[in-house]
């Protein structure tokens, strides 16, 4: 889709939805400035190469760069649009933390002039669009801010996106869009600005609501999942194969139940649910409820994995995945992590690692003696396998390449795995 040429466009922050959005925009024709606080990802953006693993992106990033439609700095420039992308962490007490979205603002700010517009993508709890205009206010009181008496100078919306790890350039154009505005006019600002690239619907509303969409859509994922996870270890403990439970109740018209695994992870499902928490803990009941569910799946992984690897103490282990989803290199908030992790420490040397989308082990392994190994040295080397991503890699291994293993599998990869009891030893046990 055709973006006017003789805009500039900034975006702040080229990580997992900055990057993709800034080279879309780049590819129709826009002037677009990627800044980033780091010197390693402005290099590599401007040699043309992405520091991000998204499939089509460093095709995408070469291009645009090498025509002079995008490139990165350091410094924030005078601009027309401004794209905010940074993270919105949780502090250790579960509160959003929205500071990296305040420090754009107030990077922003001095290169603002009237009629321009910015945008906030970056999930956030309900306000801080508001809180982002705030501080752009008190910066500069020379231009009028919308949403406070008359008509405001620039234009402040918030837009957030709505993305898959590995479909990203697709859904950004795609999907459709909530597009909330401090006031009508800024939406309607916005809305002209994403109608350029963007196919599916773009709908206005206001900041405050577009913001809880956001949550909104990640917590209903999040308290299905729970449920999931929680029919997972009634199941197990009723000897019931969860997995075929599933796939026959999801036969039923009015049925969706979502997949279990070893926890839920990543930036968005993982943390946004807690905002809504925070922002009315006595009403959040169920969605606080889901995260403590998820959380403690972990726990629980953790537990029957060691229970069957202790069974076999002469046995290496073989974790099948770190990511936080299947086939992508993304190990933020990760529960594969966490429960490989916890593995590692406990059986040092025995523990083998395989991750498809990693060269190297994360800092949590740090010490553990645990190695990062291939599928095939895996299956050649371990007997007891703990299944935590269901990569299409591990999908391919056939039954009688791994008949003879012990495997617990949180993801139900190997469901056809055949199941044998402990009374059965030395063959090995599918759980």
Known sequence: MPVDSKQKVSVIGLGYIGLPTAALIARGGAQVVGVDVSAHVVE?????????????????????????????????????V?????????AEDRAPDISYVLKAARTVAPVLKAGDTV????????GTTEAMRDVIG???????????????????????????????????IDNDRCIGGITPRCARKALGFYRQFVR??????????????????????DVNIAFANELSVIAENMDIDVWEVIRLANRHP???????????????????????????????????????????????????ASDLIDEFPQEDIACLGLAFKANID????????KVAARLARRYGRRVKLVEPY????????????????????????????????????????????RADKVVYDTRGVWSDQPRRTASHAPERIAV
């Open 119 to 126: 945008i906030l993508e970056s999930t956030s709890p309900v």
């Open 138 to 172: 008190a910066m500069r009181p020379d231009l009028r801010m919308p949403g406070t008496g008359g008509q405001g100078d620039i234009a402040i919306a918030y837009c957030p996106e709505r993305v898959l790890p590995g479909r990203i350039l697709v859904e950004l």
């Open 358 to 401: 990693a060269h190297d082990l994360p800092m949590e392994f740090a010490g553990t003696g645990a190695e990062l190994v291939d599928l095939d040295t895996a299956l050649e080397q371990c007997g007891v396998f703990v299944i935590l991503v269901d990569h299409d890699m591990f999908k391919s291994v056939p039954v009688d390449e």
């Open 200 to 221: 599916g619907a773009c709908i206005t509303t206001t900041a405050r609501a577009a913001e809880m969409v956001k949550l909104v859509e990640n917590s209903f994922r």
């Open 330 to 337: 993304d190990f933020r908030e990760s529960p594969a992590v």
């Open 82 to 90: 401004f794209i905010i992308a940074v993270p919105t962490p949780v």
């Open 44 to 80: 590599t953006v401007n040699s043309g190469r992405v520091h991000i693993e998204e499939v089509d992106l460093d095709g995408l990033v070469q291009g645009v760069v090498a025509r002079g439609n995008l490139r990165a700095s350091l410094a924030v420039e005078e601009s027309d």
């Open 254 to 304: 009015r049925v969706n139940i979502l997949s279990p695994g070893p926890g839920v992870g990543g930036h968005c499902i993982a943390v946004d649910p807690w905002f809504i928490v925070h922002g009315d803990p006595q009403n959040a009941r169920i969605i606080r409820t889901a995260r403590e569910v998820n959380d403690s799946k972990t726990d629980h992984v953790v537990a029957k």
